[in-house]
C-alpha cells in the first residue's frame, strides 16, 4: 500500500503543525504502508520571497530558483521532524525526485517522473518528503509550476507511482459550494466530479490548483481533500 498526502502552506505554518503532519505519516508507516509527503512552503513564504524580490524585476529563471527554496525549507524541517518522531525519512527536491518539467518558468507543465530515487527510498523503508511546486526543466533548470502547483506536485506522483490514496491535507475539511471562510452557509461536497470542481476552479476556487484536477482525472485517480486540524473524513474528488 502506497499513500500520498500533501500539506498546504497552513498545515506546515509552525513546527506544531509539522510535528502533527509527521505524526500523521509516522503512524501509517508504521502499519506497513509507504508513505510520499509534499509539502508547500510555510504559511505566506511564497508571497513574501515573490514581494521581497520584486524590485529588483528578476528574470524568469532566477525568480523560479529563488522561490522553490520555500518548499525545500519545508522538506527538510518535515523530514527532520519524522526523525525526532524516531522514523527514518529523507527530504527529496523535485529534481531529487526525478520530476521533470517543460521549460516555461513560473508555470511549468510536469512532463515526466524518473522515479528510480523515490522507488529506492521507500524500498527501504524511508518516509519521502517531497518539495511540492518544483521540477526540473528540459535544459536542466529549475522551474516552478504555478501557484498552487504542489497539489500537482501530489498528484503527478500518486499517478506516476501508482499510489493507493491521494489526499489533499489543507485548512479547511473539503470542498465547498463556495469559499466557506467567506461564506458561513457554503455547502460542503462528500463527492464531487472533477468537471464540476473544475468549473469551481475557474469560478475562482482555491482550494485545488486546476491542472491536479486535469491530471486526475486523466488517470482515474482519486483526490481527498480534507483538513490537517482534523484528519475527518473530507472531499473526494472522482469520476
Ligand atoms: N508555495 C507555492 C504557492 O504558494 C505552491 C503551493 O503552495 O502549492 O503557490
Ligand atoms: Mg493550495
Not at 159 to 175: M, P, S
Not at 178 to 190: E, G, K, N, S, V
Request: glycine share 10%; charged share 20%; hydrophobic share 45%.
Amino acid at each position: 500500500m502506497l499513500i500520498v498526502q500533501k500539506y498546504g502552506g497552513s498545515s506546515v505554518a509552525s513546527l506544531d503543525r509539522i510535528r502533527s503532519a509527521a505524526r500523521r505519516a509516522v503512524a501509517l508507516a508504521r502499519q506497513g504502508v509507504q508513505v510520499v509527503l509534499v509539502v508547500s512552503a510555510q504559511g505566506d513564504t511564497t508571497d513574501e520571497l515573490i514581494a521581497a524580490a520584486a524590485d529588483l524585476a528578476p528574470s524568469p529563471r532566477e525568480m523560479d530558483a529563488y522561490v522553490s527554496t520555500g518548499e525545500q525549507l519545508s522538506a527538510g524541517l518535515m523530514a527532520m521532524a519524522i526523525q525526532a518522531q524516531g522514523y527514518p525519512a529523507v527530504s527529496l527536491t523535485g529534481w531529487q525526485a526525478g520530476i521533470r518539467t517543460d521549460g516555461v518558468h513560473g508555470n511549468a507543465r510536469i512532463m515526466a517522473l524518473e522515479g528510480d530515487r523515490l522507488r529506492r527510498e521507500l524500498a527501504a523503508g524511508r518516509i519521502a518528503v517531497v518539495a511540492g511546486f518544483q521540477g526540473l526543466g528540459p535544459d536542466g533548470d529549475v522551474t516552478t509550476l504555478g501557484r498552487g502547483g504542489s497539489d500537482t506536485t501530489a498528484v503527478a506522483l500518486a499517478a506516476f507511482l501508482n499510489a493507493d490514496a491521494c489526499q489533499i491535507f489543507t485548512d479547511v475539511d473539503g470542498v465547498y459550494d463556495r469559499d466557506p471562510r467567506r461564506f458561513p452557509d457554503a455547502r460542503r461536497f462528500d463527492r464531487i466530479s472533477y468537471d464540476r470542481m473544475l468549473a469551481l476552479i475557474r469560478e475562482g476556487a482555491q482550494v485545488l490548483h486546476d491542472r491536479s484536477v486535469e491530471l486526475a482525472r486523466d488517470h482515474g485517480l482519486t483526490v481527498e481533500v480534507l483538513s490537517s486540524f482534523t484528519g475527518a473524513p473530507g472531499t473526494i474528488v472522482g469520476p
